[in-house]
């Protein structure tokens, strides 16, 4: 794995590239996408990507954690959290270029 992490200036250029949009509209549409995907999110509602995946946030409840350091219980908060759930088209593709590097 090269470690490589795909960022917004990594998508505005492929946008740029692919489409054909100037430098400044594709950075303005990947920002876009982005901010109506987060609102959302925050909104509650999930996100789905059509053989990529969905952004779903759940609701946590309160319970007790314990600081592994010390053993001290210590309660958490209930919270929202955001949870990815991977399309099985994601998942094949990602198992079928594991198989072929293995070669």
Aim: glycine share 6%; no cysteine; charged share 30%.
């Amino acid at each position: 794995m090269s470690g490589k992490t795909l960022t917004r200036a990594d998508l505005s250029e492929a946008v740029y590239q692919q489409v054909g949009l100037s430098r400044a509209e594709s950075a303005d549409l990947v920002e876009r996408v982005l901010e109506l995907m987060s609102d959302s999110l925050v909104e509650g509602e999930s996100v789905k990507l059509s053989s990529f995946g969905s952004f779903l946030v759940r609701s946590k409840n309160e319970r007790v954690g314990r600081n592994p350091k010390t053993g001290e219980e210590v309660p958490i908060l209930p919270r929202r959290v955001l949870v990815f759930k991977p399309s099985n088209v994601l998942k094949s593709k990602i198992n079928k270029s594991m198989l072929s590097s293995k070669k």
